[in-house]
Nanobody
Framework: QVQLVESGGGLVQAGGSLRLSCAVSGRTFSSYTMGWFRQAPGKESDFVASISWSGGSTYYADSVKGRFTISRDNAKNTLYLQMNSLKPEDTAVYYC?????????????????WGQGTQVTVSS
């Protein structure tokens, strides 16, 4: 049984920063493609960023490119999302996810496991 638990969300002012973490347990973390998605109020879940199992390949949504950085520490079984220059439009519940195998990680249906989500609220 694979479990993903997000943390690090909260309330920040526009222009501020947050770092989200996703702790993975139950299986070998390094074998997974990992990603972040977010769901804003009243909207569908959207892709944010993904990273290959080796950490060598990353993908970002255009809306966060240049502001967010996805990374992973396989020794700690943890995925991160560093969010800088936050905007009110970034307000959403953020979910981490894990996919078994080689994927870009940009689509919901590529993932096998999902976390419970963590709330990020950016005030103006």
């Amino acid at each position: 049984q694979v479990q993903l638990v997000e943390s690090g969300g909260g309330l920040v002012q526009a222009g501020g920063s947050l770092r989200l973490s996703c702790a993975v347990s139950g299986r070998t973390f390094s074998s997974y493609t990992m990603g972040w998605f977010r769901q804003a109020p009243g909207k569908e879940s959207d892709f944010v960023a993904s990273i290959s199992w080796s950490g060598g390949s990353t993908y970002y949504a255009d809306s966060v490119k240049g502001r967010f950085t996805i990374s992973r520490d396989n020794a700690k079984n943890t995925l991160y999302l560093q969010m800088n220059s936050l905007k009110p439009e970034d307000t959403a519940v953020y979910y981490c996810a894990a996919a078994i195998g080689y994927y870009s990680g940009t689509s919901h249906n590529q993932y096998d496991y999902w976390g419970q989500g963590t709330q990020v609220t950016v005030s103006s």
